[in-house]
Structure formats: C-alpha cells, structure tokens
C-alpha cells in the first residue's frame, strides 16, 4: 500500500479557533482528558489550550504528566516546577527509569533517564517531587518500558474511563510526525489515535493532536499574546543564536536529535559536563554528528567493485547482536515491501513509488534506527513535479546501469 502525503490546503479559520475547537471536542467525547507535558513550546500551547478549556467546564483539576527525562535543562526543571504549583493542575513528575534510544553508540543503543544503577552519573539531583515508582513498571533493564509504552500504567479503566491524552505533535517538525498525524481518525477535525504501545493495548486511551497544524511561529505567538509562562532555556537558545525551529530542550542522544548535542554544549554548559559522560557516545557526537561517522550530510562511500548488498551488510554487522539481526530484519523487510510494489530494480537513487533505495537502505544500517522513525519517502502523493524529477533521477540512473 501506497501512503499519500496529503496536500496542505487553506481554510477560513485560524488555527487558534481550530485548536481551541479541537480541544472542547476532547472533553465532549472522553471520560478524562489529561495531557502529556514535557516542559517544551509544544506541550506548553496544549496545556494553556486544555486549562482553559477546563476553566470554562468548571473542571477542577487537569491531570498533567511529565515524563523527567533527566538530561535537561534546569530552565526545564525550574518550569515544570512553576507548572505543578498551578491550582488547577494535577501534576505527577515521573522519575522513571523508561528506555531512550542513544543513537550515539552501536554498543549501548538504549539508556535510561534516573537509572539505579547509574546513579553516580545522573545528570541533574532527583527531584523532591519526583515519583521514582510506578506499578506494573518492570525494573530489570532488558524489560523497561518506552513512555509511549508505559501511558498504560497511568490510568485505571473503571476510574478514569475513556482517555484523551492531549500531546504537541505537528505536522511542520517531520515527516515522520506528518505520517503520525495523518494516522489518525479526523473525528470532527481533530486528529485522534488509539495508544496501542505496551500496557496500553486494548485499552480506551487515545492520543489527541490540537495543534498539529501549527507552525512553529504560530507556537511562539500564542504565549506573547495571551501572557503564558514557558520555559526560559528557550531564550538561553536564541540568544546563542539558533533559529526557533532548531530549538530543542530534550535529551539530544537519539538517531535524529544528537544533531543537537551542540546546542547544550554552548547554551547550557551547568550541565553539559555530566551530559557528555551520562551515555557512551555523547562526547564523540557532539563533535562528529554531521560527519560520515553517523552518516549525516556525508554517507559512506561504497567502494568500487563491492555490491550494495555486501556494503550494507558490513554496516549491518558493525552494530552487536542481537541489534544486527533486529536492523538486518528492518532492512529485508523494506526490500520485501519494495517489491511487492514494483518490479523496478532498487537503485541509488530513491524509486519515485517507494521511496526505497539504497542510500536509504544504508542510512538504517548505519544508524540502526531501532525505533523505526526513518522511513522512505515516496514521491507519489507529494507533487506532480517531484514525482516526475524522482522518476527522471531514477530512469537516468537505471539507463547507466543496462
């Protein structure tokens, strides 16, 4: 099956009036409406967005979770706290050992925010508000959970009843996202997915999308018009200088996010120390992110002579068992998926109806992508024109090879 990105489109409404709208749906169709809150720009536009809401329903309380990831800033930290102490919040700041990927190291592809056993190395103190235990929360490490798997644990079904987990996913941040977004029922044009991670399974508990069609000026203008607190580590960001759509406060250990390894290097030294020791890898990515070494604005180059195959599976062996059998799998599958599509040969360039080739095959051998994030990028549903520049890319390239 072919995935179309659908094609933005004008409307009549603001996005405000829509979020807004989106966000009153919520409370219309769920039991209990709680959102996931991270201390960043996005989750800061949906918690305002669901306080309000609250304050018109006279609801009293709001449940907010926030998942300490540990390895931020203490403007974070400092924000969160302002957050928890607002009389219509419920707030719960979980200090759970969940698994991240760190995508700085092929021999330690997974860490832990608050691990026991890395207590030495933690990055910031625990906080005195800090919830370190959660029921049903596997402590051994080979059994931890994702927070998307653990969102199951939160909630009691006969308690809380049907769930609308309100999170600051948008479209204009990925593709990855998009596809996210446009997975979802459009249930009176807001975008709502059933959690099917771990626990969750199975149960009435639906992520809720209110702003996904916000662009990141969009999200910057609301807190200046209506006066909302939000976290300062962002200022610290563009006094540095870095544009408001490259501004992170998460862990930047990921496949994708330790291109930002830099930024808490320049802009939040305090912690920058105990960061680059808290994952193997960190130090090395913060320095050679971009370079081959992590296949980012430069791929490695095959050799002459050696067949595609034989070099990503060199790359493919480079990560330890049993993540090489895991990323070897990823890779036949998206061969299998290819061909049953097409009976085109995959080339180096990208195949205009899959979006498969082997540069792509190579980017999932040599960074692993063990969440499954990286995903081809067909160029049907896009655009006439970048369907018919992908198809004359690939032709050119098919031609010199017969």
């Not at 990927?101 to 860490?111: F, I, L, T, V, Y």
């Not at 009435?204 to 916000?214: A, H, M, S, T």
């Not at 036949?332 to 040969?345: A, G, L, R």
């Not at 990028?377 to 992908?390: C, E, H, N, R, Y």
Request: with cysteine; proline share 6%.
């Amino acid at each position: 099956m072919v995935h179309h990105i659908s094609k933005k489109r004008a409307i009549n409404t603001d996005v405000w009036t829509l979020a807004k709208q989106r966000v009153s749906t919520a409370f219309d169709l769920f039991d209990t409406v709680a959102v996931s809150f991270s201390g960043g720009k996005d989750s800061t536009a949906c918690l305002n967005l669901v306080l309000d809401e609250a304050k018109e329903r006279n609801v009293k309380k709001v449940r907010v979770f926030f998942f300490d990831e540990e390895a931020i800033p203490y403007q974070t930290e400092e924000y969160a706290r302002r957050v928890s102490q607002q009389a219509a919040v419920d707030f719960q700041w979980l200090c759970i050992p969940v698994r991240h990927r760190n995508g700085c190291s092929r021999d330690e592809p997974w860490w832990f925010p608050w691990d026991p056993d890395k207590r030495d190395k933690w990055v910031r103190s625990l906080p005195v508000e800090a919830i370190t235990k959660l029921n049903g929360f596997p402590l051994r490490p080979a059994d931890r959970l994702t927070i998307p798997e653990t969102i199951g644990l939160l909630f009691d079904p006969e308690k809380d009843g049907s769930v609308g987990m309100v999170m600051g996913i948008r479209a204009d941040e990925s593709l990855t996202r998009t596809r996210a977004i446009l997975s979802g029922r459009n249930r009176e044009n807001v975008h709502i997915i059933p959690w099917t991670d771990g626990k969750a399974k199975n149960k009435n508990i639906f992520k809720v999308y209110p702003v996904y069609d916000w662009a990141t000026s969009d999200i910057w203008t609301a807190p200046k018009k209506y006066g909302w607190d939000y976290n300062t580590g962002y200022d610290v960001m563009t006094a540095s200088g870095i544009p408001y759509s490259r501004q992170r406060c998460a862990p930047p250990y990921g496949e994708e996010p330790m291109l930002g390894l830099y930024q808490f290097a320049e802009c939040f030294p305090e912690i920058w120390g105990k960061m680059q020791s808290r994952v193997k890898g960190a130090d090395t990515a913060a320095r050679y992110a971009r370079s081959v070494l992590y296949s980012f604005n430069s791929k490695p180059k095959k050799p002459d002579g050696m067949e595609w195959e034989e070099f990503i599976k060199q790359w493919v062996l480079k990560h330890p068992q049993p993540y090489a059998g895991i990323i070897a799998k990823r890779i036949k599958t998206e061969i299998q998926s290819h061909y049953k599509k097409t009976n085109d040969p995959i080339m180096q360039s990208a195949h205009p109806l899959t979006g498969v080739s082997w540069e792509f095959l190579l980017l999932i051998a040599v960074r692993g992508d063990l969440k499954g994030r990286k995903q081809a990028a067909p160029a049907l549903g896009v655009s006439k024109k970048a369907f018919v520049k992908a198809q004359q890319k690939y032709d050119e390239e098919r031609a010199a090879h017969d």
